[in-house]
């Protein structure tokens, strides 16, 4: 199973304008659930005065984490064109902000879909796309006598140290892209004082 995806790289922001209302977007990659409530809520801080926050996200390599919400604009007029960018341009672990500010004049839902959606795309449009992998974390102790034979696991799999801490006993956090994952736990339990921290 391929173990990469499509995401953005950075955070980046879209303008569109029409008939007097402004539809500031947002575009961030995200990991979770925490995160996308944390980037909400401080948008929300932010642009308290805005009228509407629009947004959607997905999540996951398979893209079954979703959600569009619409934030008082008619169902399916906001969040839905906003998840609709994401999913033309095959991304996951992106949250799409649109925050509207009102011009007075009413847009009609057909105007408020092109303009979620040509904001969402701005905002995509002012990023860069990039192939992420899909990886799992593992936290484990060993002993200083077999230090050598984990960083050369480490240099043989180019892999990712998230945490370490050589005390008394080591201990060292990784993150292993997922199509070596049986075989780097594999090497990693031959290691002697190996031993898994949950």
């Known amino acids: 199973m391929e173990d990469t995806f499509l995401t953005l790289k950075t955070s980046s922001e879209g303008l569109y304008k029409e008939k007097g209302s402004k539809f500031l977007a947002f575009a961030y990659p995200v990991q979770d659930e925490e995160e996308i409530k944390e980037r909400l ?4 801080k932010k642009y308290y005065d805005a009228r509407h926050h629009c947004y959607a996200y997905m999540l996951g390599r398979e893209q079954s984490q979703f959600r569009a919400n619409d934030d008082g604009e008619p169902n ?4 839905d064109p906003i998840l609709g960018q994401i999913r033309s341009h095959e991304l996951s672990d992106v949250l799409i902000v649109i925050i509207r500010y009102f011009g007075g004049t009413k847009l009609g839902v057909g105007g408020l879909i092109t303009a979620y959606k040509t904001a969402a795309a701005e905002a ?3 990023n860069e796309i990039i192939t992420a992998v899909v990886t799992k974390k593992v936290r484990f102790h060993f002993d200083y006598l077999d230090m050598n034979d984990v960083m050369r696991l480490i240099k043989d799999y180019d892999l990712e140290i998230i945490k370490q801490d050589f005390d ?7 993150r292993i892209r997922e199509k070596h994952w049986e075989e780097v736990t594999g090497r990693l339990e031959e290691i002697p004082s190996f031993k898994k921290i949950d």
């Open 41 to 44: 809520e401080a948008l929300k």
């Open 168 to 174: 008394n006993t080591c201990s060292i956090t990784l």
């Open 124 to 126: 995509i449009a002012a």
């Open 76 to 79: 399916h007029s906001a969040g």
